[in-house]
T-cell receptor, first 118, second 108 residues
Framework: EAGVTQFPSHSVIEKGQTVTLRCDPI?????LYWYRRVMGKEIKFLLHFVKESKQDESGMPNNRFLAERTGGTYSTLKVQPAELEDSGVYFC????????????????FGAGSRLTVL | QKEVEQNSGPLSVPEGAIASLNCTYS??????FFWYRQYSGKSPELIMSIYSNGDKEDGRFTAQLNKASQYVSLLIRDSQPSDSATYLCAVTGNQFYFGTGTSLTVIP
């Protein structure tokens, strides 16, 4: 079974430019999550898709970030225009279930996309 | 207050010793607790999950949960150099909350 794949693994852009990150979840996983880790900080939630619908986007920092999941398969996260504070590692994770309670939300992570904004 | 607190370390233990990693969380309604291991430049991988009070053992790993104290820990027995990594505590409340991670180094 293929895992969660992310592309690119590393992107270096200048402030003001646009970057699009892609995540392919595990096949059959309806739930897709985006997280971000800024150096020295904890991994923070950005948003959660259930199939193609945004279930929770409360973690999106501002309107420069746009996430899509057309057709409920892969997802993209676009940052436009990028700022210096957007630098970090963006992780995608997927899970088959998203219910609360024991056993819920066992996430499988991708390797992350490291974004460096200069 | 952070949702999940971990000592960032680094924690160093000699090979063969027991490594003890600790985590506290703020949401008393949390129901699921996880330990992820992350090697440098790699994705976090799930190593333990625990849902009820007490101990859960899996090979050299033991997770301990105390909901009254809002505390979850991970013990690694007979530590090996290959255990050197960052260990992330994660707790599910309304969302999946992570700690900052504890860096563990096992010295040969």
């Amino acid at each position: 079974e293929a895992g969660v794949t992310q592309f690119p693994s590393h992107s270096v852009i200048e402030k003001g430019q646009t970057v699009t990150l892609r995540c392919d979840p595990i096949s059959g996983h309806d739930n897709l999550y985006w997280y971000r880790r800024v150096m020295g900080k904890e991994i923070k939630f950005l948003l959660h898709f259930v199939k193609e619908s945004k279930q929770d986007e409360s973690g999106m920092p501002n309107n420069r970030f746009l996430a899509e999941r057309t057709g409920g398969t892969y997802s993209t996260l676009k940052v436009q225009p990028a700022e210096l504070e957007d630098s970090g590692v963006y992780f995608c994770a997927s899970s088959q279930w998203a219910r609360r309670g024991p056993g819920a939300n066992v996430l499988t992570f991708g390797a992350g996309s490291r974004l460096t904004v200069l | 207050q952070k949702e999940v607190e971990q000592n960032s370390g680094p924690l160093s233990v000699p090979e063969g010793a027991i490594a003890s990693l600790n985590c506290t969380y703020s949401d008393r309604g949390s129901q699921s607790f996880f330990w992820y291991r992350q090697y440098s430049g790699k994705s976090p991988e799930l190593i333990m999950s625990i849902y009820s009070n007490g101990d859960k053992e899996d090979g050299r790993f033991t997770a301990q949960l105390n909901k009254a104290s809002q505390y979850v820990s991970l013990l690694i027995r007979d530590s090996q150099p290959s255990d050197s990594a960052t260990y992330l505590c994660a707790v599910t409340g309304n969302q999946f909350y992570f700690g900052t991670g504890t860096s563990l180094t096992v010295i040969p």
